[in-house]
Each structure stands twice: as C-alpha cells, then as structure tokens.
C-alpha cells in the first residue's frame, strides 16, 4: 500500500516534467535561425531592403497545421497588400485571407515577428479583420 501511495505522490511531478516544446520558435526547420540560416528566406529580406517600403515590412513566423510557416506582412494600411506564407522550405503556401480558399488571419494570434528593417516605422501591424 505505501508503494502505491508514493507511486501516486510522485507521478505528478513526472508528469509535470515532461512538458513539451512544440510551440517553441526558436529551434525550427532545423535550423538556428531561419532570418540567416534559410537562403531563400534571406533572399526575401534582401529583395525587401532594396524597396522603396521597406521601413514598412516584416516577417513573421508561426504554426500552421502543426508545422512552422513564415508570413511576409507590412503595415502599410492604405496598400491592397497580399499576405504570402511560405514553409521551411520557402514554397508558397498559399495567402492569409477571410475565405475558406486561403489560411485564417487568426494564425497571427501566435505569430512571431522574426525580421524587420532597422528604420521600421509600425508599431502595431495593420491587419485586416474578417467580417
């Protein structure tokens, strides 16, 4: 009986310690960091710099259907901006939209800002609300 008592005191404390990490940003596509680590996400960064908005992007990363996705957003609120998510692998996902076709604006509930330019000029991203 005291066995059972002690087994019972102590699972929870097991139980407790084995926490998983699978919400952690940080150790993704198997990479350290993805802003330096990932060529095409580098690429998108660079081709970012050299606009004349720059001061008004960023990217984002987040979870989508149990995988890690990248967001490319700006805060521009008077452009008719297109949200692309890309993978790991830098292929295009598809686009953040109010419909069924394309992945809810929700996924920014739990997005990471990961990059954005040194002149960054948002403070709150601008982004449209479903209706």
Do not use: H, R
Not at 3 to 13: H, N, V
Not at 22 to 44: Q, T
Not at 91 to 102: A, K, P, R, S, W
């Amino acid at each position: 009986m005291k066995q059972i008592i002690t087994l019972l005191a102590i699972l929870p404390f097991v139980v407790l310690s084995c926490k998983s990490d699978d919400v952690n940003l940080n150790n993704i596509c198997n990479v350290e960091n993805p802003v330096e680590d990932l060529a095409w996400l580098k690429e998108i960064i660079t081709d970012i710099e050299q606009s004349s908005q720059s001061d008004e992007f960023y990217i984002s990363q987040a979870v989508y259907e149990g995988k890690t996705v990248f967001i490319v957003g700006n805060c521009c609120a008077s452009c008719n901006t297109v949200f692309p998510v890309y993978n790991c692998e830098g292929e295009y996902i598809n686009i953040l939209g109010c419909t069924d076709e394309f992945i809810t604006f929700n996924i920014l509930n739990q997005d990471t800002v990961i990059w954005n330019s040194e002149n960054f000029i948002c403070t709150n991203s601008n982004v449209p609300l479903c209706e």
